[in-house]
């Protein structure tokens, strides 16, 4: 078996977007639970209730999306953690994983084209809670945003942001770095690829870097940041709770409304499933574990 039987292909980056449980789910919170680490469970215990439902899905999904890049059991991926906390796959150096979350989804993302960040925040008014626009914007950044339609001028704050901050988790550096360094222009799109015009010093300038905007619905502005690939963007949804499942049949698009899950409605097929192969774990499979998802290939159309 090659290093990545499992996928993704060279040239892709692949993004699971998690849905955040109901507060009132306690099935589905059990189910995350049992497949954090004893050090995450212990992170989660001294956290506030309000709190613990999106760390337990986010953290559950990361485990449960790796495993099924690695073909081991979510209990036997192994994780360290870089300087500012970018997380690491243990004995797989070629497989790049990044995590972020905000109320109500968490995104995972998975390449193996070179170091990988994402972002996603949930579109807000910009309140006194916010950076200064000079932290967070170089001067022509400034001047595009505020001379656009003050009618999106938040949700094209948080697209700014999320690319932003995807390019500097990719650096390994997260917001310790500095994100007037990162220039791009997202513009009004809510997908798509991103023009980077400015880096800071430590990206270097001996490779190509590709950013795109993830398009999770309108509540929120995500994006993912890839160094050396991830041309080709594709999007999941998983289950909170659950394992990756591709179908042997046909996997099908969908797309998120209103809701914490996938709307309902005419759904899109997008062809047989040769994405990430079942799971082969190494040694005898746990006593308790999950069942499978039924994961999603999502599209987004006609989404403003």
């Given at each position: 078996m090659t290093s990545n039987a499992h996928g993704p292909a060279p040239g892709e980056v692949h993004v699971?977007?998690?849905?955040?449980?109901?507060?009132?789910?306690?099935?589905?919170?059990?189910?995350?639970?049992?497949?954090?680490?004893?050090?995450?469970?212990?992170?989660?215990?001294?956290?506030?209730?309000?709190?613990q439902m999106l760390f337990a899905s986010a953290h559950a999904g990361l485990r449960a999306v790796t495993a099924a890049y690695t073909g081991l059991w979510p209990s036997q991926v192994d994780f360290v953690t870089g300087r500012h906390g970018k997380p690491y796959v243990a004995g797989r150096p070629g497989l790049r994983i990044s995590l972020s979350h905000t109320r109500g989804m968490s995104l995972v993302a998975v390449?193996?084209?070179?170091?990988?960040?994402?972002?996603?925040?949930?579109?807000?008014?910009?309140?006194d809670a916010r950076p200064a626009p000079d932290l967070v914007f170089s001067p022509w950044e400034q001047a595009n945003w505020e001379q656009g339609p003050s009618r999106t001028r938040s949700a094209r704050f948080f697209s700014y942001w999320a690319c932003k901050e995807a390019v500097l988790k990719?650096?390994?550096?997260g917001l310790t770095g500095d994100l007037t360094a990162v220039q791009v222009d997202p513009g009004e799109a809510l997908n798509g690829p991103v023009p980077i015009r400015g880096l800071p010093r430590v990206a270097g300038r001996d490779r190509a870097?590709?950013?795109?905007?993830?398009?999770i619905g309108p509540r929120y502005r995500a994006a993912v940041a890839v160094a050396g690939g991830g041309v080709r963007l594709r999007t999941f949804q998983l289950p909170s709770g659950t394992l990756p499942h591709p179908s042997a049949g046909t996997l099908r698009g969908g797309?998120?409304?209103?809701?914490?899950?996938?709307?309902?409605?005419?759904?899109?097929?997008?062809?047989?499933?040769?994405?990430?192969?079942?799971?082969q774990?190494?040694?005898?499979?746990?006593?308790?574990?999950?069942s499978a998802g039924r994961s999603q290939e999502l599209s987004y159309r006609g989404t403003s």
């Open positions: 699971w977007a998690v849905p955040e449980p109901e507060l009132r789910d306690e099935a589905t919170h059990q189910r995350c639970r049992k497949l954090l680490s004893p050090g995450e469970l212990a992170r989660w215990e001294h956290m506030a209730p309000t709190q390449s193996r084209d070179g170091s990988t960040g994402v972002d996603i925040e949930r579109v807000r008014p910009l309140d990719a650096l390994g550096t870097w590709t950013l795109q905007l993830v398009n797309s998120f409304g209103r809701g914490r899950g996938p709307a309902s409605g005419p759904q899109r097929p997008f062809g047989t499933a040769q994405l990430v192969g079942p799971p774990p190494i040694g005898p499979e746990p006593a308790a574990a999950p």
